[in-house]
């Protein structure tokens, strides 16, 4: 299984169209958002992708009512500031990340193989114990200037990070 992973798009639309060409181009069998959308567009634009998306609130969202709603109407499951799923046996954290402290608490916690994470635009891929924590990096391109996701492969145990075109 093949999951991919996004953060930080900031409202690009043109890196979002790119993300959905790759992740479908690669089969995903899910889509994980760590947060930072920004506006309700941006997800709708994202759940054009041929598999679930999840995903949770970055600090600079807004209008979050009207994101729940949206979500709810093109199927996208929106988990609010924080999520866990469990993806082929595999308990994952979804979280934005601003706080290192929490981020780091789980993956040290035991409770969790992989926490997704985003906040800080850096693409970055680490262990603590048995947990590994991903960063995707920022699909938006904006700070680095470098426009990011990846793809975990779970059968692998692998990560991917990929530079949008």
């Not at 958002?33 to 609130?57: E, I």
């Not at 799923?85 to 992989?114: Q, W």
């Amino acid at each position: 299984m093949r999951v991919g992973l996004i953060s930080d798009t900031h409202d690009n639309l043109s890196a979002v169209d790119l993300a959905v060409k790759v992740f479908n181009e690669q089969d995903v069998s899910a889509v994980l958002h760590a947060g930072d959308w920004c506006a309700p567009f941006t997800m709708v634009r994202l759940s054009r992708v041929n598999c679930k998306v999840y995903g949770v609130f970055g600090n600079v969202d807004g209008e979050r009512e009207f994101m729940k709603v949206k979500a709810r109407e093109i199927g996208v499951e929106l988990l609010g500031d924080f999520g866990e799923l469990d993806l082929n046996g595999f308990k994952v954290a979804l979280i934005h990340g601003k706080n290192e402290s929490i981020v780091e608490a789980l993956a040290r916690s035991g409770m969790y193989s992989f926490v997704v994470r985003g906040h800080t635009h850096k693409a970055k891929v680490r262990k603590i114990g048995n947990c590994m924590i991903i960063n995707p990096g920022e699909a938006c391109g904006y700070l680095t200037g470098r426009r990011t996701i990846a793809i975990l492969d779970l059968e692998a145990m692998d990560v991917k990070i990929i530079e949008l075109a």
